[in-house]
T-cell receptor, first 113, second 114 residues
Framework: GQNIDQPTEMTATEGAIVQINCTYQ??????LFWYQQHAGEAPTFLSY????GLEEKGRFSSFLSRSKGYSYLLLKELQMKDSASYLC??????????????FGTGTQLKVEL | KAGVTQTPRYLIKTRGQQVTLSCSPI?????VSWYQQTPGQGLQFLFE???????NKGNFPGRFSGRQFSNSRSEMNVSTLELGDSALYLC?????????????FGPGTRLTVT
């Protein structure tokens, strides 16, 4: 099975940088996703890491260390619209492949002026 | 390209009844996964269908079932509804080809069981 931990809440200032951490303990690992979910809306895909290292996409970057069971999502130049829940999800290694994701409970980010 | 669509968007049912939810994936996507989202448990994986076959299954009771049609549209069914089944049910589709594993979520069906 999978156990995923991420902070429940974080607060940051507009224009600043924030790092949201995610640690996982898994019986199998086949990649890690980050999703953003605004209240009342569906999750939207942000990033997918399967190899160690940093992936950068505009203001968003995601890092993975498989040996440490650790990932983070880095958000730069924060905007008010970045206030949302950020979900870390591990893609299980399953026989036959496919998509079986285990999600963390999400980190609620509040961006303030 | 149209996104993932789910119908109905809202549903109110009574304990003991059954319900069927529908999901139409993005055109060309062959994998459809279903998730239950509640405030207490977060997003939990129900099952995944690929080429009309259930490829992966989560830890939900047999009251939860699904199927996929030849056009990749999927339905999930919950029988003998319980109060605890009240949740947002999300489906997600994936191209599932090469290294493209990102899932695109639909808007969800909000189910309330009274």
């Amino acid at each position: 099975g999978q156990n995923i931990d991420q902070p429940t809440e974080m607060t940051a200032t507009e224009g600043a940088i924030v790092q949201i951490n995610c640690t996982y303990q898994t019986s199998g690992f086949n990649g890690l996703f980050w999703y953003q979910q605004h209240a009342g809306e569906a999750p939207t895909f942000l990033s997918y890491n399967v190899l160690d290292g940093l992936e950068e996409k505009g203001r968003f970057s995601s890092f993975l260390s498989r040996s440490k069971g650790y990932s983070y999502l880095l958000l730069k130049e924060l905007q008010m619209k970045d206030s949302a829940s950020y979900l870390c999800a591990v893609r299980d290694e399953v026989t036959g492949g496919g998509n079986k994701l285990t999600f963390g409970t999400g980190t609620q980010l509040k961006v303030e002026l | 390209k149209a996104g993932v669509t789910q119908t109905p968007r809202y549903l109110i049912k009574t304990r003991g009844q059954q319900v069927t939810l529908s999901c139409s994936p993005i055109s060309g996507h062959r994998s459809v996964s279903w998730y239950q989202q509640t405030p207490g448990q977060g997003l939990q994986f129900l099952f995944e269908y690929f080429s009309e076959t259930q490829r992966n299954k989560g830890n939900f009771p047999g009251r939860f079932s699904g199927r996929q049609f030849s056009n990749s549209r999927s339905e999930m069914n919950v029988s003998t509804l319980e109060l605890g089944d009240s949740a947002l049910y999300l489906c997600a589709s994936s191209l599932d080809r090469g290294l493209s594993y990102e899932q695109y979520f639909g808007p969800g069906t909000r189910l309330t069981v009274t």
